[in-house]
């Protein structure tokens, strides 16, 4: 007696061959036997599967892509059969694709997306080897829509849109088959007689797909650029990640400072300012990539460029300056911090990623949470980047600063490929509260903001006052100082065409001194360094804040693609009980910055408008410019005016319904009319005979005598001779006569003849329908 095999070893085990015999005796699926279907599913999932890939930037694709053609076409060769054996090893390989998910979930519970997208990834490939039935083939193809768009979510460049292309081309075909399959209709023509015509026909065909996609196209770039944006509805994830593992990683010793590898080592360069190098003091030349703002110090003695090179993409609910840090004293020729020594680590739970900040010191003012994620492109100091008034951070280290200025410090540079989360409570800029702002600060406000230097106090506060003078109003408050004094350097000082125009400063020489005096302007940054000292100077407390521009709003990822180049110093304004607020003096720029007050609604449709306009010359943009803030501000304005009324009490409440009711007529009418005329129009395309048949339809319509598309006109004239007098079913069995042989014999009609006849039958039936109303 042979031995037993391997698989009948495995059914003697005990409860198995009882499950086994209980699948055995089931019925077997309906099979999906289309080719077709099951090619564009697999290329569903595969799209799928490589825009994940793509998106976050992992390479499953290597070996699932493989994995699920050769399953795929396994199943397809054994969709007939029950497959019992590989149904148990199945189950078995997803219970570890399910212990692998647990296991990779509570090592990245901030952000799960791309977890449960391997997930899935490994469900698909095992479920491709069991695809009897078309359920199962639909299976796939909601699972290549999930990948899809969670490769959407994780995507932050316009390399997914590619393959979302491809995957529309292809899901259009698949919806098509699988309709044919659910209603039983066979994908080619049972006749070769007819396959000509089929093909002609089919709605496979590659024209009308063509079509079909571009309209889909079309239809869905439009509602995209119109479809409203609000904060609200925007993504609120957490995600935190790092190319390397720095949950262990905090401050060592009392190393708490800055590192900025735009400038070199201390020591180095000192002075001289050799080329490629940017000393912390003296003349030098500016570094190519790294922003010369950030550190414990700023020289802006230094002359040079950057080369624009993108360093983050920002998801927020509301554009703004992304802060980096503040400097508080004044050295000349540049900024320091001078409580260096002053900064607070903060640590985190190790089962959170969640760091608390301190609250913030204002308790007048309106605030909105702004959720903010940022992802390093490249290196960046390890200063990061929020904006201002940070409450929480997500953020991989076990420890961050924050200094005296709010600024934020991680223990080590912010590495490519680092991605962080803030929630700020950004203060709402209120012109008016602000402007009623009581000039009292307190001690410590006092004590390090108001500093200037005495060799320049006089000089500078007397040109300041000189600055105010010019203004046709009085300026009363110091907001109202701050507006003025920043637009009046931007409309006075320039910025030199030439970088290599502006001299260095010599080893005694004040930049505030040889901006206001002797250049009459210099380098953007210089601008915002001499308001903040102009202000100083009349005893507003000011201090200069860094950081990056908004940058480059991707209407298509929702990303802020932000470069060195949008890096720049502004002025921070201190308003007691209500916080800093910026003011930007550069000029070309806004004078102040995005933040949330700004609404974003439509801000695709915006974006779209500024591209556009790019292209168009400027005379022509500003007259579509003009003419839709005429049409909309006048639709407001009527909008405002008739609420204005309809409020009013009683009597404006029963106006506005009366209005309500003829604006509804008005429109009823005006639909009536629309209707009339599309008919109109589309009968005047149609041939004599044709337009004459379809007239005598749209009259027995009227009556509720509504021809059935199954019906042949001939079916529908005898149906017609059961329900209608003698003579009107006379005149419609003459008129469906003469169209049938018009059409199918290509007789020519007497249209002329006809046409009386139809004339006369209506005729006859309105004077009927009269005398019987009026009985």
């Keep these: 007696m042979s031995n037993p095999s391997g698989m009948q070893r495995i059914r003697r085990l005990p409860g198995l061959n009882q499950v086994w015999q209980r699948l055995g005796t089931m019925p077997l699926p309906q099979t999906e036997d289309s080719v077709?279907?099951?090619?564009?599913?697999?290329?569903?999932?595969?799209?799928?599967?490589?825009?994940?890939?793509?998106?976050?930037?992992?390479?499953m694709s290597v070996w699932a892509v493989p994995l699920s053609i050769v399953g795929a076409t396994w199943s397809w060769y054994r969709r007939r059969h029950r497959n019992i054996a590989v149904k148990f090893f199945l189950a078995i390989g997803m219970l570890i694709a399910m212990g692998v998910f647990f296991n990779n979930l509570l090592a990245s519970l901030n952000d799960t997306r791309l977890v449960l997208a391997e997930l899935l990834i490994q469900v698909q490939v095992l479920h491709s080897f069991d695809l009897p039935r078309r359920k199962d083939l639909g299976y796939s193809m909601v699972i290549g829509l999930i990948l899809l768009g969670v490769a959407g979510t994780l995507s932050q460049t316009l390399a997914f849109a590619p393959l979302l292309l491809i995957f529309l081309a292809i899901a259009l075909p698949t919806l098509i088959l699988d309709y044919q399959s659910r209603i039983g209709l066979s994908p080619t023509p049972k006749r070769k007689t007819s396959r000509k015509k089929a093909k002609r026909s089919s709605p496979l065909s590659l024209r009308r797909l063509s079509i079909f996609l571009l309209v889909v196209i079309a239809l869905g770039l439009g509602i995209f650029a119109l479809m409203p944006r609000f904060p609200g509805y925007q993504l609120q994830t957490f995600p935190v990640s790092a190319p390397m593992d720095l949950d262990e990683r905090s401050f060592e010793g009392n190393n708490r400072g800055v590192n900025n590898p735009g400038y070199v080592s201390e020591g180095e360069g000192e002075g001289s300012g050799g080329e490629g190098t940017s000393p912390s003091r003296g003349p030098g030349e500016m570094d190519e990539t790294f922003y010369y703002g950030f550190g414990t110090q700023i020289n802006q003695n230094l002359r040079g460029a950057l080369k624009p090179k993108v360093v983050l993409r920002v998801r927020s609910q509301a554009p703004g300056f992304w802060r980096v840090q503040a400097f508080d004293q004044y050295t000349?020729?540049?900024?320091?911090?001078?409580?260096?020594?002053?900064?607070?680590?903060?640590?985190?739970?190790?089962?959170?990623?969640?760091?608390?900040?301190?609250?913030?010191?204002?308790?007048?003012?309106?605030?909105?949470?702004?959720?903010?994620?940022?992802?390093?492109?490249s290196e960046l100091p390890n200063i990061i980047p929020a904006l201002s008034y940070p409450k929480r951070l997500y953020f991989p280290t076990r420890e961050v600063g924050i200094d005296t200025e709010g600024s934020l410090r991680s223990p080590l540079a912010l590495l490519e490929g680092l991605t962080y989360t803030v929630i700020s409570e950004v203060p709402v800029r209120d012109r008016t509260r602000l402007q009623q702002v009581p000039e009292t600060y307190p001690d410590n406000i006092q004590k390090y903001y108001l500093d200037v230097p005495p060799d320049i106090a006089?000089?500078?506060?007397?040109?300041?006052?000189?600055?105010?003078?010019?203004?046709?109003?009085?300026?009363?408050?110091?907001?109202?100082?701050?507006?003025?004094?920043?637009?009046?350097?931007?409309?006075?000082?320039?910025?030199?065409?030439?970088?290599?125009?502006?001299?260095?400063?010599?080893?005694?020489?004040?930049?505030?001194?040889?901006?206001?005096?002797?250049?009459?302007?210099?380098?953007?940054?210089?601008?915002?360094?001499?308001?903040?000292?102009?202000?100083?100077?009349?005893?507003?407390?000011?201090?200069?804040?860094?950081?990056?521009?908004?940058?480059?709003?991707?209407?298509?990822?929702?990303?802020?693609?932000?470069?060195?180049?949008?890096?720049?110093?502004?002025?921070?304004?201190?308003?007691?009980?209500?916080?800093?607020?910026?003011?930007?003096?550069?000029?070309?720029?806004?004078?102040?910055?995005?933040?949330?007050?700004?609404?974003?609604?439509?801000?695709?449709?915006?974006?779209?408008?500024?591209?556009?306009?790019?292209?168009?010359?400027?005379?022509?943009?500003?007259?579509?410019?003009?003419?839709?803030?005429?049409?909309?501000?006048?639709?407001?304005?009527?909008?405002?005016?008739?609420?204005?009324?309809?409020?009013?009490?009683?009597?404006?409440?029963?106006?506005?319904?009366?209005?309500?009711?003829?604006?509804?007529?008005?429109?009823?009418?005006?639909?009536?009319?629309?209707?009339?005329?599309?008919?109109?129009?589309?009968?005047?395309?149609?041939?004599?005979?044709?337009?004459?048949?379809?007239?005598?339809?749209?009259?027995?319509?009227?009556?509720?005598?509504?021809?059935?598309?199954?019906?042949?006109?001939?079916?529908?004239?005898?149906?017609?001779?059961?329900?209608?007098?003698?003579?009107?079913?006379?005149?419609?069995?003459?008129?469906?006569?003469?169209?049938?042989?018009?059409?199918?014999?290509?007789?020519?009609?007497?249209?002329?003849?006809?046409?009386?006849?139809?004339?006369?039958?209506?005729?006859?039936?309105?004077?009927?329908?009269?005398r019987g109303l009026r009985r």
């Design 36 to 59: 077709g279907l099951r090619v564009l599913v697999q290329g569903l999932v595969i799209v799928g599967i490589i825009a994940t890939d793509i998106a976050a930037e992992t390479q």
């Design 332 to 377: 000349g020729q540049g900024w320091e911090l001078s409580r260096e020594d002053q900064v607070v680590e903060v640590s985190r739970p190790p089962w959170s990623y969640r760091f608390q900040l301190y609250p913030t010191s204002f308790n007048l003012g309106r605030t909105k949470t702004v959720i903010q994620s940022y992802t390093a492109v």
């Design 458 to 770: 006089d000089k500078v506060r007397e040109k300041t006052e000189q600055l105010l003078a010019t203004s046709p109003n009085p300026l009363t408050s110091a907001y109202e100082k701050a507006l003025y004094l920043a637009q009046a350097l931007k409309q006075r000082y320039r910025i030199p065409d030439n970088p290599l125009e502006l001299p260095y400063l010599q080893e005694d020489e004040d930049l505030v001194e040889a901006f206001l005096f002797k250049h009459e302007g210099g380098y953007p940054d210089h601008f915002s360094t001499a308001l903040t000292i102009m202000l100083r100077s009349i005893g507003i407390p000011a201090r200069l804040v860094v950081g990056f521009g908004t940058g480059q709003f991707n209407p298509f990822t929702g990303l802020y693609v932000v470069k060195n180049t949008d890096a720049y110093a502004m002025t921070e304004v201190y308003f007691p009980n209500y916080g800093w607020f910026a003011f930007d003096p550069i000029p070309g720029h806004e004078l102040v910055p995005q933040s949330v007050e700004d609404t974003a609604t439509f801000s695709v449709l915006r974006q779209f408008w500024q591209w556009v306009a790019g292209w168009l010359p400027s005379p022509v943009s500003n007259f579509i410019g003009e003419l839709w803030n005429l049409v909309v501000g006048s639709l407001l304005r009527l909008i405002v005016r008739l609420w204005v009324i309809f409020s009013s009490g009683w009597m404006g409440l029963f106006g506005g319904l009366i209005f309500a009711i003829a604006l509804g007529f008005v429109g009823w009418l005006g639909w009536v009319q629309w209707q009339t005329w599309r008919y109109r129009r589309w009968l005047g395309k149609l041939p004599p005979m044709e337009r004459l048949y379809q007239q005598m339809l749209k009259v027995l319509r009227a009556k509720g005598y509504i021809k059935h598309p199954a019906q042949t006109p001939l079916e529908y004239a005898k149906v017609m001779r059961q329900q209608q007098s003698s003579d009107s079913a006379a005149v419609i069995d003459e008129i469906s006569q003469a169209y049938v042989r018009w059409r199918y014999g290509k007789q020519t009609p007497n249209i002329e003849n006809l046409r009386q006849r139809l004339r006369d039958w209506i005729k006859t039936t309105r004077r009927l329908q009269n």
